[in-house]
């Protein structure tokens, strides 16, 4: 078929960070772009996942800084909390974010389709509410990853990530299947709203691609201040009572733990479910995800697929980079690869986690010969506010290059001075330029430029 003939020269598949990015970049090159999305434009970082999570992080926060304000000499009488408030907030905030993305795709001249789009052929896909078939030079698949719910008695019972934001009351008891980034953030964030949270995993550790000393850190914090744990303790079933409760029975326990809501949050899977791929002969990996080359591009060469489908870094500034790239490569004739090292990652547990670079184990099996070097500081505000938790960074130091290689914190604000000191490990400055940077005081980022 000639150029001229397709419908269009680019059809995405799915309009979230990736999907989006693309359209607008590709439409902007000049291509002819049409996009469909099922439920809602702007996908899950910014409907049901990232954004709305960091606004119930920061609403949550208020809890620690209201505590500790009687100590700056603030009398803080009474406080209460409305869940509903907060949470209206929230989605009211998620509304204008998504009519954001909905805006920047018309002014682009992206054609938007609010409907379900299936593969049909190599160029080629079904809309299937409408039943329209359209054609395209090239399709991009970004369609994202979605919760896993494992199978056990009861799951009809418990929620993901994706119904978490909605909820119509605080449960003053929760249940956490997982201890992965979703689990600790949201133990951080019910904990701190008062609720009584009870992590559970199928391991023995939490977020387990993180350095051991940041994990025994967050585990001794959360603890006291009230969350539970129980690893090695997969889930056997959960039993609704009569009274609504629900009894999560955990395997090789005698009783159960009684919850209002469980939360199961273990891991996202690629979404491919019914998109058509194997018409168009899209190879699969073993995970169920779309296996693409260095370019994007699938085994079906007008085919192309970015973001958590492909499920390489499940992280929203990844997806964006590589729908972009993409985009410039396929119609902007530039030769854009993404560069998968040094990627600075947080989870916004409570405190916060920062980390890039390799964690202490894997850099010594990699590097050999490393210096690491520590700061384990109690930062001034909770000094001031009897607040006794301990912040924690740890920089690690190739010993034959004196290159910084990895940073690992925990601590308030982490993620936030992170972002500015990976540029300097992506960089590859070393540790002298870090000790010839005079210190930024009094700051807890000055605890970089002060290890010795
Ligand atoms: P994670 O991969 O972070 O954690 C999954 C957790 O569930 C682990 O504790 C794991 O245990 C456990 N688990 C895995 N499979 C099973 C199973 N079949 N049965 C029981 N337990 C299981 O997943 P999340 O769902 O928390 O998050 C998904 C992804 O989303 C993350 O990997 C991350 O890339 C992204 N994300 C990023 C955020 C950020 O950047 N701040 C925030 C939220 C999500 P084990 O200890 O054995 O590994």
Redesign the pocket.
């Known amino acids: 078929m000639a150029e001229q003939d397709y419908d269009y020269d680019l059809f995405v598949i799915g309009a979230g960070s990736g999907g989006v990015r693309a359209s607008r970049i590709a439409a902007g090159h000049g291509a002819r772009v049409a996009v469909a999305e099922e439920y809602r434009i702007g996908g899950t970082c910014v409907i049901r ?2 954004v709305p ?1 960091k606004l119930l992080v920061y609403g949550s926060h208020f809890a620690e800084e209201l505590q500790d304000a009687a100590n700056y000499g603030w009398k803080v009488d009474q406080t209460s909390f409305d869940w509903p408030t907060l949470r209206d907030a929230v989605l009211r905030d998620v509304d204008r974010i998504n009519a954001g993305y909905t805006a920047t795709l018309e002014t682009h001249k992206v054609e938007r389709f609010l409907e379900r789009a299936e593969l049909t052929g190599p160029n080629s896909v079904r809309l299937t509410s409408s039943g329209r078939e359209v054609t395209a030079k090239h399709i991009l698949i970004a369609t994202g ?1 979605w ?2 719910m ?1 199978t056990f008695e009861g799951a009809e019972h418990c929620i993901t ?1 994706n119904e978490v934001f909605h909820l119509e009351h605080l449960p003053k008891r929760v249940v956490i ?7 600790m ?1 949201f133990a951080g964030i019910f904990n701190a709203l008062g609720c009584q949270v009870t992590v559970v ?3 023995e ?4 691609t993180y350095d051991q000393s940041l994990r025994d850190r967050l585990l001794q914090i959360t603890m006291a201040r009230g969350i539970q744990y129980r690893f090695n303790c ?2 056997d079933k959960v039993v609704k009572r009569d009274d609504g409760a629900l009894e999560v029975w955990l395997k090789g326990q005698a009783e159960p733990l009684i919850a209002d809501q469980v939360l199961v ?4 899977r690629p979404k491919i479910d019914g998109l058509g791929l194997e018409t168009a002969g899209v190879a699969l990996g073993e995970r169920g995800e779309i296996k693409v080359n260095d370019q994007a591009q699938t085994s079906c060469p007008s085919i192309y697929a970015v973001g958590d489908v492909t499920d390489r ?4 500034p990844v997806a964006i980079r590589e729908g972009h790239a993409f985009a410039d490569r396929v119609f902007g004739g530039q030769d854009v690869r993404i560069d998968y090292r040094c990627i600075p ?4 547990s409570q405190p916060p986690i920062a980390s890039v670079g390799p964690t202490e184990g894997d850099a010594r099996n990699a590097y050999g010969s490393i210096k690491v070097f520590s700061s384990d500081f109690r930062p001034m505000k909770n000094v001031f506010a009897h607040r006794p938790e301990r912040g924690l960074y740890k920089m690690i130091v190739d010993a034959s290059t004196d290159k910084v290689i990895a940073l690992h914190m925990i601590g308030p604000e982490s993620p936030e001075i992170l972002q500015a000191a990976a540029i300097a490990i992506k960089a590859g400055l070393t540790k002298a330029d870090f000790d010839a940077t005079v210190a930024l005081h009094p700051s807890m980022a000055e605890e970089l430029v002060l290890m010795r």
């Open positions: 996942g990232c999570k990853a919760p896993v494992p990530s299947s997982g201890a992965g980034y979703i689990a953030e995993n199928r391991s550790t939490l977020l387990r997969p889930f949050a273990t891991g996202r870094v499940q992280l929203t990652s947080a989870v916004f």
